[in-house]
């Protein structure tokens, strides 16, 4: 998808390291079985079977489904030492992974915005 045809709030937040304000995404609360995919280009990112409620109000996944569509890279923005978490394919900052997931699954919590994640659902629900 060219940057021109991104609506204004995923290109804020894909284009210019924005977030979304906690508590206020589309898939904070989903629970639907499948695959989350980048909304820029349509990368797999995500499996629904590693989404968890982390309670930090965005969408928390254990790991992503494919590490070779992800970019961890320092992010010192905001006066905090974080890693930023951005699509290989076509560059979009989808937010930050930290060390405080759960323990029997890893310990990491990639934190992503709802915004930039588009869900292909499959027919089973959990």
Known sequence: MNDDKLDPELYR???EKGTEPA???KYLN???KGMYRCAVCGAELF???TKFDS???WPSFSEP???KNIILKKDNSEGMERTEVVCKNCGAHLGHVFDD???EKGGKRYCIN???LQLEKTNETT
Do not use: L, Q, V, Y
Request: hydrophobic letters at 15%; charged letters at 15%.
């Open 13 to 15: 937040i894909a284009r």
């Open 23 to 25: 508590f206020s995404g």
């Open 30 to 32: 989903e629970h639907s």
């Open 47 to 49: 499996s629904s079977d």
């Open 55 to 57: 309670g930090t109000g």
């Open 65 to 67: 489904a494919n590490t």
């Open 101 to 103: 997931g759960p323990k």
């Open 114 to 116: 709802s915004t930039c």
